[in-house]
T-cell receptor
């Protein structure tokens, strides 16, 4: 079983809709959680980090963490075509001091 | 401020040749990470350094791969001999310190081994 799993996608949403991206992780003592965005042919860039249960909002982005369910999600409100990219979930596990990445979910926002 | 710098951006080589990838982390960052990204395996951590010392190289696929960080501003990833299955995009990332700090990725080196 992979340590970090994401819904496989690809995911398509119309412009203005809410895009929901999901991620589960296997290490119960994981401490920190990150969402990276990667445009085609580019490098990953951090868009959100979350460390405690609940919601964290930043502009159109909301990260949600539920440690009991080992689940983290990213909501993108009012999706724009410029949000079309692959979104990578990354988890910092309790025992290791480095990130483990999911395989990514490709999001396409249709104009 | 300059971000993470990698060179070369593209490398095409023939099987059996030695390949050296280079990385300059962001000034002041203490941790440096080498990743490999392929369609099949996604983004994989190969090795990371903290204060120029290799901390975890368990992701290095085999002895053909080696990495060094002789000083705080330079690191290399070497593949010798290279094989077609090494074809991938190799990213270098740095962070202020290991742990929760954000990792900043370089532009990557696209390696093709023929």
């Amino acid at each position: 079983q992979k340590e970090v799993e994401q819904n496989s996608g690809p995911l398509s949403v119309p412009e203005g809709a809410i895009a929901s991206l999901n991620c589960t992780y296997s290490d119960r003592v994981s401490q920190s959680f990150f969402w990276y965005r990667q445009y085609s042919g580019k490098s990953p860039e951090l868009i959100m980090s979350i460390y405690s249960n609940g919601d964290k909002e930043d502009g159109r982005f909301t990260a949600q963490l539920n440690k009991a369910s080992q689940y983290v999600s990213l909501l993108i409100r009012d999706s724009q075509p410029s949000d079309s990219a692959t979104y990578l979930c990354a988890v910092l596990s309790g025992s290791a001091r480095q990130l483990t990445f999911g395989s990514g979910t490709q999001l396409t926002v249709l104009p | 401020d300059a971000g993470v710098i990698q060179s070369p951006r593209h490398e095409v080589t023939e099987m059996g040749q030695e390949v050296t990838l280079r990385c300059k982390p962001i000034s002041g960052h203490n941790s440096l990470f080498w990743y490999r990204q392929t369609m099949m395996r996604g983004l994989e951590l190969l090795i990371y350094f903290n204060n120029n010392v290799p901390i975890d190289d368990s992701g290095m696929p085999e002895d053909r791969f080696s990495a060094k960080m002789p000083n705080a501003s330079f690191s290399t990833l070497k593949i010798q001999p290279s094989e077609p299955r090494d074809s991938a995009v190799y990213f270098c990332a740095s962070s202020l310190q290991e742990g929760t700090d954000t990792q900043y990725f370089g532009p990557g080196t696209r390696l093709t081994v023929l």
